[in-house]
């Protein structure tokens, strides 16, 4: 699984809370994704980070910030959570030209 | 227009044919990737089998071959001899050029292997 963790693995918050999901990694890659999957559209990149402080916006990013303060974690936040944010999320890195992608959180906002 | 388009929303096959499902795809990089990824109902993303641009062969991994048709922008996955275990969401995705900014998906076929 190439150790990635994601924490939590489900979470139920309420409209406007602010929720922070994370990735961890232990094995030092660069890149690091989150993703988001929802039923008809597959999973759409929401950021991405190439290094420590390094991020970048993906094709959903509104609505959602990210941190990079240390190589082995990618924090996901929504800062004031909407039920069209509920979704399934997932991190991933890329290694070797590869993608591995971890367990996934499922966050409902009601 | 979207990059990666899986026309087959669902698909049914009975146990032990071949199965192959569709996917084409739009880049005007001339060095990308392909990638299949299947998700079972327990939801974890499993890596299938990759094919790049420049790959002569059609790639092979057991059971699952890619059939990649540069010219009409085609990389359809082939399973042979399908089980019902085979039974789960299919997800093609594309990584452009070097790939730091990740892959695009397709919206996926959920395939139902019957017995």
């Known amino acids: 699984d190439a150790g990635i963790t994601q924490s939590p693995r489900h979470k139920v918050t309420e409209t406007g809370t602010p929720v922070t999901l994370r990735c961890h990694q232990t094995?030092?890659?660069?890149?690091m994704y989150w993703y988001r999957q929802d039923p008809g559209h597959g999973l759409r990149l929401i950021h991405y980070?190439?290094?420590?402080?390094?991020?970048d916006k993906g094709e959903v990013s509104d609505g959602y910030s990210v941190s990079r303060s240390k190589t082995e974690d990618f924090l996901l936040t929504l800062e004031s959570a909407t039920s069209s944010q509920t979704s399934v999320y997932f991190c991933a890195i890329t290694a070797s030209g590869g993608y591995t992608f971890g367990s996934g959180t499922r966050l409902t906002v009601v | 227009a979207q990059k990666i388009t899986q026309t087959q929303p669902g698909m049914f096959v009975q146990e032990k044919e071949a199965v192959t499902l569709d996917c084409t795809y739009d880049t005007s990089d001339q060095s990308y990737g392909l990638f299949w990824y299947k998700q079972p109902s327990s939801g974890e993303m499993i890596f299938l089998i990759y094919q790049g641009s420049y790959d002569e062969q059609n790639a092979t991994e057991g059971r699952y071959s890619l059939n990649f048709q540069k010219a009409r922008k085609s990389a359809n996955l082939v399973i042979s001899a399908s089980q019902l275990g085979d039974s789960a969401m299919y997800f093609c995705a594309m990584r452009e050029g070097r790939g730091a900014d990740g892959l695009t998906f397709g919206k996926g076929t959920h395939l139902i292997i019957q017995p």
């Open positions: 094995e030092n890659h660069r890149y």
């Open positions: 980070s190439y290094g420590v402080k390094d991020t």
